[in-house]
């Protein structure tokens, strides 16, 4: 039993998974902060269906790229769950856990969430043998950008929020070879992140607690304007899972 954690979008959510099944889900609410309901909804899902954080196999938690605040809360959660229970933890790419919500797909799947700043962070998945192997990294770009890196003569799937928000730009350059997953699997899943979470732990591909972290892709406005401040030259490098 995987006990799931992913808070890289609005939509944050929380689930536990065995090998047989999915025992719970809890979507959180978009309303509150993922500070205010992140423990809050570990300790209701175990309390419903009577289980222990003890009893878990390990946790798997979405690592990004995605909302800078809410990975950093979902990310030091799992490792001081992780921590305090002695469990093993993996750290999950969250647009792999993205483009799994639409499992043996036949076309090549990108997904796309909002980056904001008129980018978007994306990537681009092929199922090959039941495992889902990256066409393209995971990168952030412009949509424009996006579109050119993608070979037009092929039908894509295309999924996650940052697809509705240039659905009309995408469709203006693929026509009907894109496809639009529905709506309702445009959020990366905690149950998805768990199921993926459970393959590596069987294949005891552990990260470590220690230097597990979220990984951003690019620096924050914090960052930048430090950067600008100061007159730093120095060069920005994405932290790794």
């Known amino acids: 039993m995987v006990l799931g954690i992913e808070t ?3 939509a944050a959510s929380v689930a536990l998974v065995s090998e047989e099944e999915i025992l719970a889900e809890y979507i959180l609410s978009g309303v509150k902060s993922h500070a205010e309901q992140l423990l809050r909804g570990i300790d209701q899902i175990l309390s419903d269906t009577g ?7 390990g946790i798997a938690v ?9 990975l950093r809360i979902g990310v030091s959660t799992a490792k001081a769950l992780a921590w305090a229970a002695n469990l093993p933890i993996v750290g999950i ?5 993205l483009a799994a919500n639409i499992p043996h797909a036949a076309y090549p799947i990108c997904p796309v969430l909002d980056a904001r700043k008129r980018e978007v962070y994306t990537a681009l998945y092929q199922w090959v ?3 889902l ?14 579109i050119h890196q ?3 003569s092929l039908k894509i799937i295309f999924i996650g929020n940052g697809s509705r928000l240039y659905q009309g730009m995408i469709q203006e350059q693929f026509g009907k070879q894109a496809e639009f997953s529905p709506q309702s699997h445009d959020c990366p899943r905690a149950s998805t992140v768990a199921s993926l979470g459970l393959k590596r732990l069987l294949a005891q591909q552990f990260d470590l607690v220690q230097t597990l972290v979220p990984t951003y892709l690019r620096p924050s406005d914090a960052e930048i304007n430090w950067s600008q401040k100061h007159g730093s030259r120095s060069v920005y490098l994405p932290e790794n899972n």
């Open 62 to 70: 979405s690592v990004g790229p995605g909302s800078f605040t809410g």
């Open 93 to 97: 790419s969250t647009l792999r856990a």
């Open 150 to 152: 993608l070979d037009r």
């Open 8 to 10: 890289a979008t609005r």
């Open 51 to 57: 289980k222990s954080l003890t009893e878990c196999s």
């Open 133 to 146: 192997q990256a066409v393209i990294p995971e990168q952030v770009v412009s949509a424009a950008d996006m």
């Open 129 to 131: 043998e039941g495992e």
